[in-house]
């Protein structure tokens, strides 16, 4: 009956802007998130000499501390699955692990296109902590090898990353002691962090 209205034309040129104002917000937060994204790469990756001294970390508690950042992707798109294991704390700055974090994360989602299933686990092996960030994009191709680890290797288009994440990450796993590895083919990709458990818990 709304529509065999008099002002039915205008209101669905009210709806139609309504709907055309919320694909711009849409566009809107992307473009945050990648600048946020890049402006943050860039900070860390500035003071990467300059850590802070490190304390016992929960590393399940550091992923749960940024989750909250990519929720709305969560809430929509991207199954998220979470296994969390006990696991003994490790010796870290917070801040530091939370950069490794960010940028696997935020790497799987747009390996993703922001759409799919993503799986993130924290378990105990042999006096250390594995922690492993799992998406289902198309994956990493053989040849590119070890160079995503190289500064400013990059495969995403223009304005999507710095090509400094993955360095980044694998100068702080190092520092920490640690190492980070990855295995990929079509439709799984895993990265996994391997870092040491504080020597007053191991076992």
């Known amino acids: 009956p709304q529509l065999r209205a008099?002002?039915?034309?205008?209101?669905?040129?009210?709806?139609?802007?309504?709907?055309?104002?919320?694909?711009?917000?849409?566009?809107?937060?992307?473009?945050?998130?990648?600048?946020?994204?890049?402006?943050?790469?860039l900070k860390n990756y500035?003071?990467?000499?300059?850590?802070?001294?490190?304390?016992?970390?929960?590393v399940p508690r550091t992923i749960e501390d940024i989750l909250p950042l990519?929720?709305?992707?969560?809430?929509?798109?991207?199954?998220?699955?979470?296994?969390?294991?006990?696991?003994?704390?490790?010796?870290?700055?917070?801040?530091?692990?939370?950069?490794?974090?960010?940028?696997?994360?935020?790497?799987?989602?747009q390996a993703m296109k922001y759409s799919g299933q993503m799986a993130v686990r924290v378990f105990a092996e042999r006096g250390a902590v594995v922690t492993q960030v799992q998406d289902d994009g198309p994956g990493i191709p053989p040849e590119l090898?070890?160079?995503?680890?190289?500064?400013?290797f990059t495969t995403k288009?223009?304005?999507?990353?710095?090509?400094?994440?993955?360095d980044v990450c694998q100068k702080i796993v190092q520092r920490l002691g640690g190492s980070i590895s990855y295995r990929s083919r079509p439709g799984e990709t895993v990265f996994t962090v391997l870092l040491p458990a504080a020597l007053d818990q191991e076992g």
């Open 157 to 166: 288009p223009p304005g999507e990353g710095t090509g400094l994440g993955l």
């Open 6 to 41: 008099p002002e039915a034309p205008q209101l669905i040129d009210y709806l139609h802007k309504i709907g055309r104002l919320d694909i711009s917000l849409e566009t809107i937060g992307l473009a945050v998130q990648k600048t946020e994204k890049i402006v943050f790469t």
């Open 46 to 58: 500035g003071k990467m000499h300059r850590a802070e001294e490190p304390v016992p970390v929960q």
């Open 70 to 109: 990519y929720a709305s992707h969560f809430r929509s798109n991207v199954a998220l699955e979470k296994d969390y294991g006990r696991v003994p704390d490790v010796m870290c700055s917070p801040d530091e692990l939370s950069q490794v974090w960010t940028n696997l994360i935020i790497n799987a989602l």
């Open 145 to 152: 090898g070890m160079r995503i680890f190289e500064p400013f």
